[in-house]
C-alpha cells in the first residue's frame, strides 16, 4: 500500500500564492504519473495538472501560467506551485500518485486533500 499525505492548504487573498506538497509513502517501489485535483463545493473533481516520472507535466487551461507542478522522485514527492490565485481556484486539493509494483501491479491511490481557499 501507498500513503499520500498533503500539506500546505490554506486561506489567502486573491493575487496570493500558496504551495502545495504531496509526499508518498508505504511499500513503494515506482511512482509514475503524480497529478493535483481539485473539487469546488457541489461540483467534480477535476484535474489540475500532472507530471510524469520523467518531469514532463501538463495542465488545466484555467491554470496555465499561473500554476507549476514538480516533483522529487528520490523523496516520492510532488508539489504544486501555485500563483496568481483567484475566488474560483477555491477548492480541496487533492494529491493522485499511479504506483507500480513489484509485481507489476498498477495502481493509483488518492490523498486526504487540503483545502484551498482564495478570498476576493
Known amino acids: 500500500q501507498v500513503q499520500l499525505v498533503e500539506s500546505g492548504g490554506g486561506l489567502v487573498q486573491a493575487g496570493g500564492s500558496l504551495r502545495l506538497s504531496c509526499a508518498a509513502s508505504?511499500?513503494?517501489?515506482?511512482?509514475?504519473?503524480m497529478g493535483w485535483y481539485r473539487q469546488a463545493p457541489g461540483k467534480q473533481r477535476d484535474l489540475v495538472g500532472s507530471?510524469?516520472?520523467?518531469?514532463?507535466?501538463s495542465y488545466a487551461d484555467s491554470v496555465k501560467g499561473r500554476f507549476t507542478i514538480s516533483r522529487d522522485n528520490a523523496k516520492n514527492t510532488v508539489y504544486l506551485q501555485m500563483n496568481s490565485l483567484k475566488p474560483e481556484d477555491t477548492g480541496v486539493y487533492y494529491c493522485?500518485?499511479?504506483?507500480?509494483?513489484?509485481?507489476?501491479?498498477?495502481?493509483?491511490?488518492w490523498g486526504q486533500g487540503t483545502q484551498v481557499t482564495v478570498s476576493s
Open positions: 507530471i510524469t516520472r520523467a518531469g514532463s507535466t
Open positions: 493522485n500518485a499511479v504506483h507500480t509494483s513489484l509485481e507489476g501491479y498498477t495502481k493509483g491511490y
Open positions: 508505504g511499500s513503494i517501489f515506482r511512482i509514475n504519473v
